[in-house]
């Protein structure tokens, strides 16, 4: 049962471009929404996270934005960059004692020059 | 970059024997994790902990064990290796629940062990 489903699993954009990875969840008790950045043969670094009771928050080229009737939840990149190609993983935070991330699949980004 | 060391980085094993794999920190961070990262899965928790000697199973720990002797290291260790443990592991660290400084602390992961079971 996979409780983050991230699509889509691989996106091309051309430099210059929007890139957006959009996310869907169904555990109403997750309320911590971060995004990993991964980049070949390092270990995920978060990017940007959001909670439920904001909508957007944005980072620089990096904007999140959160539908929390929808329990659905997306990573915008503008101006997307050849540097931006990597794997991106959303995930949600169940609540308890410990940070237990549930993560999505991962999409695979690649922005062509 | 947070302190967090995996060893080995690489390894090739042969089916039923036992390997353990290594996490040091030196960030004196409380939580401990151990994920598998395999393609069109993302990242599966194994095994975590929550301090030393108390740990706790994650989404996929058949077949894994872990221990924590000190906060510096958690071992992951495979009892019998097996062709579908091949994987790449990461190990990850945070100072505490993300709820307690929320958008100050997250897991911190570590570069990742490749590990091949023939």
């Known amino acids: 049962q996979q409780q983050v489903k991230q699509s889509p699993q691989s996106l091309i954009v051309q430099k210059g471009g929007i890139s957006i990875i959009n996310c869907a969840y169904e555990?109403?008790?997750?309320?911590?929404f971060p995004w990993y950045q991964q980049f070949p043969g390092k270990g995920p670094a978060l990017l940007i996270a959001?909670?439920?009771?904001?909508s957007e928050k944005k980072e620089g080229r990096f904007t999140i934005s959160f539908n929390k009737s929808a329990k659905q939840f997306s990573l915008h990149i503008m101006d997307s960059q050849p540097g931006d190609s990597a794997t991106y993983f959303c995930?949600?935070?169940?609540?308890?004692?410990?940070?237990?991330?549930?993560f999505g699949k991962g999409t695979k980004l690649t922005v062509n020059p | 970059d947070a302190g967090i060391t995996q060893s080995p980085r690489h390894k090739v094993t042969e089916t039923g024997t036992p390997v353990t794999l290594r996490c040091h920190q030196t960030e004196n961070h409380r939580y401990m994790y151990w994920y598998r990262q395999d393609p069109g899965h993302g990242l599966r928790l194994i095994h975590y902990s929550y301090g030393v000697k108390d740990t706790d199973k994650g989404e996929v720990s058949d077949g894994y064990s872990v221990s924590r002797s000190k906060t510096e290291d958690f071992l992951l260790t495979l009892e019998s290796a097996t062709s579908s443990q091949t994987s790449v592991y990461f190990c990850?660290?945070?100072?505490?629940?993300?709820?307690?400084?929320?958008?100050?602390?997250?897991?911190?992961f570590g570069p990742g062990t490749r590990l091949t079971v023939l």
């Open positions: 959001i909670r439920p009771d904001v």
């Open positions: 555990n109403t008790a997750f309320d911590y």
């Open positions: 995930a949600a935070l169940t609540q308890g004692g410990s940070e237990k991330l549930v």
């Open positions: 990850a660290i945070s100072a505490t629940s993300g709820r307690a400084f929320w958008g100050t602390d997250t897991q911190y």
